[in-house]
Structure formats: structure tokens, C-alpha cells
């Protein structure tokens, strides 16, 4: 039962990647310019003002759509050497599909990755991060199993127009975000709210789009010319709420039920969804009068198909939970939720000073589940593609400064003590942006945007000053207090 682990004096291994990312929604802006259509946060947003907590939306955000030189110097200051950054699907494919693609559109990702080479970073491209076309969503969206093909459509026209320069690839951000949430729930666009019905559609037609994604870049591209491709799976660490055995249990159906949901099929030896979501769907499908489980089953050859379609993990990561079994009926019926039946809170003692609620600061779950992922998927190299903190705004943001410094401790320890296959961190995110259903309220940002000002105005906080200096030394530095991380230790 590991801590973050106390202050040390390791390094990051001379070949570790370090990076910073963001995504199309969030910083663009340009929502109607160009040819782009509305995806589905534009409808979202602009139908439901209320869904977003200062009534703000991303039709400028911090205009980068105008303004990716200023960005592009912003990655150089930090010095990283790899910048994540996602594509939007209506800004190529206007009406979704592959007939007619906007070419204005592809003359902005060209411009930014021209512009990444001529400063020497690497790109990662993120395929899809959450913008899908709105005429997509009116025929089904992600519950229509054509989507497959549509997205595979897409994906090729990124590969032909760009895989000679973009040598990482990620296929989706966060699946979870988008089925659980967005499809079985009201968290995230498309708010469909359909839950325990269209949260598995959408699972299912995901991963089988994912796998078609990877064989084709496999088949047709990576022979011409090289490059890896992941996908990047958001997760909590699930720390059991008391020593029994019940919430220890607990705690490993979270992980298996959540992370696990993607991960299984994509990185597990044995391929398919975990055996436990199976069971449980298939079991309260039958009590609930389902012809059939709520959870569609993959035929074995769909199993091999999606087996092992990806050459790194990527993780999100910002904070832990802790679990217990649920001694009652939880969320809604049918749903995902109550599929799994557990109950996750957290720590009053763990501090935040977060404008996230949900953020807690708590390094050990951070190396925990690192270590988690290393054992349960056979040391697959992992990419931490997106970790960070969220406060108010300010430049001098401390609370930000001490987050860094003790996840990057942990992942120190996890690399070094635990062994723990880390190849990469990116950090999230490179400027302030409009952070969903927060909007500008939180920030996120190692660099400070003024949304008020005309230019989006960047500015340097004192975290991309630490950023850069852990870049530069490949270490933290020696006066980062350690004496405020006994309280993290878990
Ligand atoms: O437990 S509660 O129901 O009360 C709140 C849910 C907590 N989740 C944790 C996972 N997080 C995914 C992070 O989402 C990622 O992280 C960034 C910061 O949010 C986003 O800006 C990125 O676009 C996204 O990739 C979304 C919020």
C-alpha cells in the first residue's frame, strides 16, 4: 500500500516524453467560420444556455483557430517536446460524412502542424475529442452502427492528409465521457439521457469504430510512414473506503467497470468486455423483462478484431475516489450506474482548492493506478495524456504549482520504485479554456488567457515556470516543499 512516496531525488529517464495538450472545442473558437458545422456542444450549448455554469459558449474560446502561432510559441517556452491537439470532424467533414470535405478546414491543421515542425515539437493528434457533426447526431450519432463506417471515413482523410507528418495518433478521448455521460446521462453532449439503453449502443459501435480506425492506419499508413496509435481512457483511482472486503471489491469493480469497460476489449489478453459488466447487465436485463441484455455481446471474431488495437495506454488522470458497495438501488433504472451498484465518495481531508469540485488533490492514487494498469494489462507502455488542476484564474497559482510537484513525485516513484511502464506526461492543459460545462469559470491553463481582451491575451503562469524547469532538469526542483506532501500520502 503505497504512498505518492516522500520527496526523492529521481529523474525522469532521458528519452521520457513530456508534453502539453488541449482540444478542438475548447480552444478554437471559429465555431461557424470557414465552413464548419455545429457538433454537437454547439447545439448543446446554443439550445441550452443553462447547461453551462456562467451561460458562457466555445464560439470564440481562446481563438486559436486565429491565433496557433501564439500557441506554438507557448509549447517552445515550456520546452516540451510533443504538443496534443484534437481535430474537429465538423470543421473537415461539414455534413459528417466523407463526400465533401472543407478544405479551409484542413488548411488550418496543415498551417498548425507546419508551423509545430518549424519550432521542432512533435504533434499528437486526437482524432475525436467529444465534437461530433450535429447532422451525425440527427441520423443516431454513436447508437447508429453506420457511425462506424462514417468515422473510419474521417480518420482515413486525417491519415492521407497528415500521417506523414503526425507520428502519434489517439483515436478517441475519453470514451466514457461521451457514452456514459453524454449518451446515458445529461453531463455531456449530446444529453440524451437514455441511460442503460444508448450508454452500451454507443460503447459498443465505439470500440468496433476504434478497431476499424487502428487496422486501417495498421494496414495502409504505418508501413509508408511509421507512427503510434492509442486510445486515451479517462479514470479515477478507486481507493476502498474501508479494509473490507466488500469495499476492496468494490474498489475493483469500479476500476473494471469504468476504465475496464474500454480497456478490456482494446488491451486485456483475452479481449471482450470484463466478465463482471457482462454478468451484471445481462443479469438485471432479465430482471427488467430486457428480450435481450442490455449490453450487445461482441462475436468472437469481433473480440480478435478489437484485441490489441493500440500500441500505448493513454490515461487521464486528476483524482481519486473512495468505494463501497451500494447497500441499495443507485442511479437510475435501467442504467450503468445501477448496473454496477457502487457507492464513491471522497475524503473531507484531502485538500482542494479547486474550482472543480471533483478535483481532489491525492498524489498516491495517481502511482496507484499506474501500477494497476501496468499489472492488469501486461506493462502496455503508458502516455499520462492528460493530468493537471483547476482553480479561479491568477497567474501566481500555487495551489496549481503544488498539484505538479506532487503527481510528478508519485510518477517519479510509480517509474522508478514500482516500475511502471510511464513513457510520457502531458500535461492538461497548455492555456485556460473553455472547460465544458464549467465554461471560463475554471481554469485549467499553465498559461493564464485573458477572455476579455481582443488578442486572447497569454499569459505565463508559475506553473509553466515549474513546468519548464522539471522539462529542463528532468527532476523537481530542490525547493519544492515537501513538508506540505505528508498530507497527500496515502
Ligand atoms: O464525480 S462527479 O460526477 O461529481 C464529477 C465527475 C468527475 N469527472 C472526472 C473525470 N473528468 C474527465 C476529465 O475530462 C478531461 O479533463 C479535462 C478537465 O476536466 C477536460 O477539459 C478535458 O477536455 C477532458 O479530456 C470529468 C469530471
Not at 36 to 56: E, M
Not at 165 to 191: D, H, L, S
Not at 320 to 335: E, F, H
Request: glycine letters at 6%.
Amino acid at each position: 500500500n503505497f504512498s505518492g512516496g516522500a520527496k526523492s531525488n529521481y529523474t525522469f529517464p532521458k528519452e521520457f516524453l513530456f508534453g502539453v495538450s488541449t482540444a478542438a472545442i475548447q480552444i478554437e473558437g471559429a465555431w461557424n467560420e470557414d465552413g464548419k458545422s455545429p457538433s454537437i456542444w454547439d447545439q448543446l450549448v446554443h439550445s441550452n444556455p443553462t447547461f453551462v455554469r456562467d451561460r458562457s459558449t466555445p464560439n470564440v474560446a481562446a481563438n486559436s483557430y486565429h491565433l496557433y502561432k501564439r500557441d506554438v510559441q507557448m509549447v517552445r517556452e515550456l520546452g516540451v517536446d510533443i504538443y496534443r491537439f484534437s481535430i474537429s470532424w465538423p470543421r473537415i467533414l461539414p455534413n459528417g460524412l466523407a463526400n465533401s470535405v472543407n478544405t479551409l478546414g484542413l488548411q488550418y491543421y496543415r498551417n498548425l502542424i507546419n508551423e509545430l515542425e518549424r519550432y521542432n515539437i512533435t504533434p499528437m493528434v486526437t482524432i475525436y475529442h467529444w465534437d461530433l457533426p450535429q447532422k451525425l447526431q440527427d441520423i443516431g450519432g454513436w447508437t447508429n452502427a453506420h457511425i462506424i463506417d462514417y468515422y473510419t471515413d474521417y480518420a482515413n482523410i486525417l491519415f492521407e492528409n497528415f500521417a506523414d507528418k503526425v507520428k502519434y495518433w489517439v483515436t478517441f478521448n475519453e470514451p466514457m465521457q461521451t457514452c456514459i455521460e453524454g449518451y446515458g446521462g445529461t453531463y455531456r453532449a449530446p444529453a440524451l439521457n437514455r441511460h442503460g439503453i444508448a450508454e452500451y449502443l454507443c460503447t459498443h459501435n465505439l470500440l468496433k469504430a476504434h478497431a476499424s480506425v487502428y487496422h486501417l492506419f495498421n494496414r495502409q499508413y504505418r508501413p509508408l510512414y511509421g507512427g503510434k496509435i492509442g486510445l486515451a481512457l479517462d479514470s479515477n483511482w478507486a481507493e476502498p473506503r474501508s479494509n473490507s472486503s466488500s469495499d476492496r471489491q468494490a474498489a475493483q469493480l469500479y476500476l473494471r467497470t469504468h476504465m475496464g469497460l474500454y480497456a478490456n476489449p482494446v488491451y486485456s489478453a483475452e479481449g471482450n468486455y470484463p466478465p463482471e459488466i457482462i454478468k451484471l447487465v445481462d443479469e438485471k436485463s432479465r430482471q427488467q423483462n430486457y428480450s435481450q441484455s442490455r449490453l450487445p455481446k461482441f462475436t468472437p471474431e469481433e473480440v480478435e478484431y478489437i484485441r490489441g488495437t493500440a500500441d500505448f495506454f493513454g490515461l487521464n488522470h486528476y483524482t481519486t475516489y473512495l468505494l463501497s458497495m451500494a447497500t441499495k438501488p443507485v442511479g437510475q433504472i435501467p442504467s450503468h450506474e445501477n448496473d454496477v451498484g457502487i457507492v464513491r465518495v471522497q475524503d473531507p481531508t484531502w485538500p482542494s482548492m479547486s474550482s472543480s469540485s471533483w478535483l481532489k488533490v491525492v498524489p498516491f492514487g495517481f502511482r496507484k493506478l499506474l501500477h494497476w494498469i501496468s499489472k492488469s494489462y501486461n506493462n502496455i507502455p503508458i502516455i499520462v495524456t492528460e493530468n493537471g488542476y483547476a482553480d479561479y484564474s491568477g497567474v501566481h497559482d500555487k495551489a496549481r504549482v503544488s498539484y505538479y510537484n506532487h503527481y510528478l513525485n508519485a510518477l517519479l516513484h510509480a517509474i522508478h520504485e514500482d516500475r511502471s511502464n510511464v513513457q510520457g506526461y502531458f500535461a492538461w492543459s497548455l492555456m485556460d479554456n473553455w472547460e465544458w460545462d464549467d465554461g471560463y469559470v475554471s481554469r485549467f491553463g499553465l498559461y493564464l488567457v485573458d477572455f476579455e481582451s481582443p488578442n486572447k491575451t497569454r499569459t505565463a503562469k508559475d506553473s509553466a515556470r515549474l513546468y519548464t524547469r522539471v522539462v529542463a532538469t528532468r527532476g523537481l526542483p530542490a525547493d519544492y516543499d515537501a513538508a506540505d506532501y505528508t498530507a497527500f500520502s496515502g
